[in-house]
């Protein structure tokens, strides 16, 4: 395996596993098996909660996700490259977006002790 599908199999699994744990368009898929509104919460017993953790915790998920494209690149490198180029981009795109966010509303800034003694 080439570092490249390596690197894009890695953000992939990352954006994959944040979508379907926390975003709003997916929480019909974790409502079965979570109690809470925002589909955060899983159910207390059974079957119920082993499936509502997995699908609540992203690092959870994760290895499932990981392992499921790392086969599919075994089997059908191609059209698993194009995957998760497409979900790969998406990754790096949230990250762009939260760096752009922090730049936009900025780093709250120390004082200097000169500064703080003005004062």
């Known amino acids: 395996m080439r570092f490249t599908d390596l690197a894009l199999i890695a953000l992939s699994t990352y954006k994959l596993s944040r979508l379907i744990t926390k975003e709003d368009v997916t929480a019909f898929v974790r409502a079965p098996v979570t109690d809470d509104p925002e589909a955060q919460q899983p159910k207390p017993h059974g079957m119920g909660r082993v499936l509502g953790e997995l699908v609540t915790c992203p690092y959870c998920i994760g290895l499932w996700i990981s392992s499921g494209l790392a086969g599919a690149h075994v089997v059908a490198p191609r059209e698993t490259r ?4 497409i979900f790969g981009s998406y990754a790096v795109s949230d990250f762009l977006h939260a760096g752009f966010v922090r730049l936009k509303e900025g780093t709250p800034r120390t004082p ?6 003005a004062a």
């Open 112 to 117: 200097t002790p000169r500064e703080e003694g």
């Open 82 to 85: 194009f995957f998760t180029t």
